[in-house]
């Protein structure tokens, strides 16, 4: 009995180990996200002007009635993606620091890095594919189609969560 309850706290520690390496993953990922943002502040920007523009796309009527055109706006967007990315890169580190003293209490100290996670996976599952994606028709422009790393960066989010929501052995 005592060598199978070394194996259920061996097996636990490396599943709390698991699900911290995954949330520093996301942490890390977003916080280079926003400090790429940050420091080459037209690139990313030159992207979201011409989504929200509309303006590779098949320029259907009744769809580019949503376009937005004015520059206020264009980084009125792009300020909130930024300060979303570094919202959530936040909330992971700190939840990653609770995680990390949590010791007996791990499950309960969950909740900050479940919200970063879940702040991760709404920019790019609303922000990019819906929004982005549907409202904008990003899908439909051959330069400025963002679909696939937004798939990748859901994804990232979405399997931390995953796993970090699992319940504990």
């Known amino acids: 009995a005592a060598q199978g309850g070394s194996a259920m706290t061996g097996t636990r520690t490396a599943l709390r180990v698991s699900r911290m390496a995954l949330v520093a993953m996301v942490a890390l990922f977003f916080s280079l996200i926003a400090l790429g943002n940050l420091t ?33 706006l264009h980084h009125a967007a792009y300020t909130l993606i930024i300060g979303w990315q570094l919202g959530t890169a936040l909330l992971c580190w700190w939840g990653l620091a609770r995680l990390w003293r949590a010791a007996d209490a791990f499950h309960a100290a969950k909740g900050v890095a479940v919200y970063g996670l879940t702040a991760g996976v709404l920019l790019y599952g609303v922000g990019f594919l819906t929004v982005g994606g549907e409202w904008f028709a990003m899908w439909q422009s051959v330069s400025w189609n963002g679909q696939n790393n937004a798939h990748i960066f859901f994804m990232l989010g979405a399997v931390a969560l995953l796993h970090l929501s699992g319940p504990e052995a």
């Open 40 to 72: 080459d502040y037209g690139s990313n920007f030159a992207f979201v002007t011409h989504v929200l523009s509309m303006d590779d796309t098949f320029r259907s009527e009744a769809l580019m009635l949503r376009a937005v055109t004015s520059p206020v």
